[in-house]
């Protein structure tokens, strides 16, 4: 089973700063099935990316995805206030969906 | 609009079983799947199975396989979660989540539903 590990576990940044968050799975997959979500306390996920690098409906452009294979990264360009939460990213392989443990990125 | 609306927080007994309902509205319910994931209290997110529309056909996460069911009521636009043998570790917020069939990504969420496993 591929395992997605994220990095740093914690981020701390200022408003403003760029944000890189990183992905990396066990095995090569593909980017087609490669999504990252926002997660604020309290509530539901939100999709931010899909496919790897597609910005889902209402998403800024500040953020961005990249990647393929084992390596995928979700680049947040300048952060606003309403970025600060904990972002997961997940993959589909073999008719299991699986997350990584997330990244949170608090204000610094 | 899209709405997932969940069924309210629940408590149970140990051995006990759970099932949560996510109402769908405001859109083609023929060309989505809907999935269960749950989140344990300060843990990340777990996929535990889906429902596929195109024939109601359900998998299964492994750790989950025989003590988890997904079912689909066609006629209310309600999808059900029913998990038996609860345990304390089954205490978590449960949410059902909509993928666009064969997308394999998540696009609109329920708002969950806590359910706290006590004795």
């Known amino acids: 089973e591929i395992v997605l590990t994220q990095s740093p576990g914690t981020l701390s940044l200022s408003p403003g700063e760029r944000a890189t968050l990183s992905c990396r799975a066990s095995?090569?997959?593909?980017?087609?099935?490669l999504a990252w979500y926002q997660q604020k306390s309290g509530q539901a996920p939100r999709l931010l990316i899909y496919g790897a690098s597609n910005r889902a409906i209402g998403i800024p452009d500040r953020f961005s995805g990249s990647g393929s294979g084992t390596d995928f990264t979700l680049t947040i360009s300048r952060l606003e206030p309403e970025d600060f939460a904990v972002y997961y990213c997940?993959?589909?392989?073999?008719?299991?969906?699986?997350f990584g443990q997330g990244t949170k990125l608090e204000i610094k | 609009q899209v709405q997932l609306v969940q069924s309210g927080a629940e408590v149970k007994e140990p051995g006990a079983s759970v099932k949560v309902s996510c109402k769908a509205s405001?859109?083609?319910?023929?060309?989505?799947?809907m999935n269960w994931v749950r989140q344990a209290p300060g843990q990340g997110l777990e996929w535990m199975g889906i429902i596929k529309s195109s024939a109601g056909k359900t998998e299964y996460a492994q750790k989950f396989q025989g003590r988890v069911a997904v079912t689909w009521d066609t006629s209310t636009s309600t999808v059900y979660m029913e998990l038996s043998s609860l345990t304390s570790e089954d205490t978590a917020v449960y949410y059902c989540a909509r993928e666009l069939n064969d997308d394999y990504f998540f696009d609109f969420w329920g708002q969950g539903t806590l359910v706290t496993v006590s004795s």
């Open positions: 405001g859109y083609a319910l023929s060309s989505y799947n």
């Open positions: 997940q993959q589909y392989d073999i008719s299991q969906y699986i």
């Open positions: 095995q090569s997959v593909s980017s087609r099935f």
